[in-house]
């Protein structure tokens, strides 16, 4: 008994200290960015724990918004994505989760969180913005931005020349209504340009009755 119990130990620790490690594939795509961000690669975890972890996170979801006046759907994951930039130290993102609720993701306790998707969506959004700050663009079209924060980023920025970074976001109408509510509750002040992908008000066009 006492044999086998060692066994079970070892066989846990090195279980979880495999679960730890930080290895890079320079095969890996994200990797790749995480190299060229300075940033620690998502954690090399089986797949049932990054599922597990994926159907636990929007699971709890609808608790967290229980009493959010906003109360925004996740269509198309936007809003586990926009948990995840927050939990990864976007402070943007942060700040339009629900202010009791997002205090489960702040500072340090988003330390003891294991670095999976909110570190794979930390590093993308990392590299993104890296290649946009070096093009020095004045413009940009932001298409799929989702509850993305990248938009109140770059409309407080200015290019080398001075000016104003404009930036446009487009996304379905339903995601763009529920942005704009949600940016409302909130009291942000700085808007980025948003535009549903059929439409300012994502409405049908309205057929033409042909005359007899």
């Known amino acids: 008994i006492v044999a086998w119990t060692m066994v079970r130990r070892s066989f846990l620790a090195c279980f979880f200290a495999w679960l730890r490690l930080r290895g890079r594939d320079p095969s890996n795509p994200v990797d790749k960015a995480a190299a060229a961000v ?33 109360a925004p759907g996740n269509s198309c994951v936007n809003l586990q994505i926009l948990w995840l930039r927050a939990l990864g130290g976007d402070d943007g993102s942060y700040a339009l989760l629900p202010r009791g609720a997002r205090l489960l993701v702040s500072r340090p306790l988003r330390g003891f969180y294991p670095k999976l998707h909110h570190q794979n969506v930390k590093v993308r959004t990392a590299f993104l913005e890296a290649a946009i700050a070096e093009a020095n663009a004045t413009r940009l079209v ?42 409302e509750d909130r009291g942000v002040v700085t808007l980025p340009l948003l535009q549903g992908g059929q439409g300012e008000g994502g409405g049908k066009k309205k057929k033409k009755k042909k005359k007899k």
Do not use: N
């Open 38 to 70: 300075g940033d620690d690669a998502p954690w090399a975890a089986p797949k049932v724990v990054w599922s597990l972890a994926w159907r636990l996170q929007k699971a709890t979801l609808p608790l967290l918004h229980s009493f959010d006046a906003a």
């Open 142 to 183: 932001d298409v799929g931005a989702g509850f993305g924060a990248r938009g109140l980023h770059l409309a407080t920025r200015r290019s080398d020349d001075g000016s104003i970074v404009d930036v446009l976001e487009i996304d379905l109408p339903e995601v763009v209504a529920q942005k704009r509510r949600l940016l």
